[in-house]
């Protein structure tokens, strides 16, 4: 749209985007950075490398495995009929100005978002987007989890996601962790779960941290490789070089 585009070219300073890279910064943001962040929130559910799939497992590429999965959380996921699996909740969240955009998406707002005890996402909404204006909104990690993609295609979450980024092309925020998590707080919050609260205690490596939780000692991944990693996962050690790690 034409509004949309013009604004796009004001926060970048060009009056064409002929004079943009993916390296060039918008409002201090690299746009590769936000194109990957409106891809997984608006355009990766619908992508025809998945259309015949019911089912993602998504892990970004800076996740390490350190040890074998006892169960499957997959299998999991999908004879329980889930509707998004995350490894760490919460991880950050959406500044204020989200409510507005959650509401105008899904015509209610996140005032309150935890965890029961058995690790369902449990939601108090608003019924305004000035509800709870004051407050932020917790979000779901984004670097581990598994989604039911019928559930995100569906016509209520797709068209709720437009609205949200109907005002915004390649900005920093609205972003992918705000996506994957207002759809199921609102809609479907009982088949929304935390991995280690169902069972699954991975220990993925993501950010010097296990699952998001538990500080990696060594912190840096080379060095919790050697020291760690190859003694817990042998069957990786030297097939697998590392080449996105420090």
């Given amino acids: 749209p034409p509004l949309k585009y013009q604004a796009f070219l004001e926060r970048c300073n060009v009056t064409s985007p002929t004079n943009l890279t993916w ?14 962040a409106e891809f997984r929130s608006l355009h990766v559910w619908h992508h025809p490398a998945l259309a015949n799939y019911k089912t993602m497992f998504w892990m970004d590429s800076d996740c390490f495995c350190t040890k074998p999965w006892d169960s499957d959380p997959v299998a999991f996921f999908i004879e329980n009929n889930g509707v998004i699996m995350f490894d760490n909740f919460p991880m950050g969240s959406a500044p204020k100005l989200a409510h507005s955009l959650v509401f105008d998406g899904f015509n209610a707002t996140i005032c309150g978002l935890s965890l029961t005890e058995d690790g369902n996402f449990q939601a108090k909404l608003g019924d305004s987007p000035d509800s709870c204006k004051q407050k932020r909104i917790p979000n779901i990690h984004g670097f581990f989890h598994i989604t039911d993609l019928d559930f995100y295609r569906s016509e209520p979450v797709r068209k709720g996601l437009e609205k949200m980024f109907a005002k915004c092309f390649l900005c920093r925020f609205p972003d992918d962790q705000i996506a994957v998590t207002a759809p ?29 939780k538990d500080p990696a000692k ?16 042998p069957a990786a050690d030297g097939i697998c070089p590392i080449l996105a790690a420090d």
């Fill in 184 to 212: 199921p707080a609102i809609l479907a919050p009982e088949r929304s779960w935390q991995m280690r609260d169902k069972g699954f205690h991975l220990d993925v490596f993501h950010n010097y941290k296990l699952d998001g």
């Fill in 23 to 36: 390296w060039s910064s918008c409002d201090s943001n690299r746009l590769a950075y936000n194109w990957q």
């Fill in 218 to 233: 060594p912190k840096r991944f080379r060095k919790y490789w050697e020291d760690v990693g190859k003694y817990t996962l």
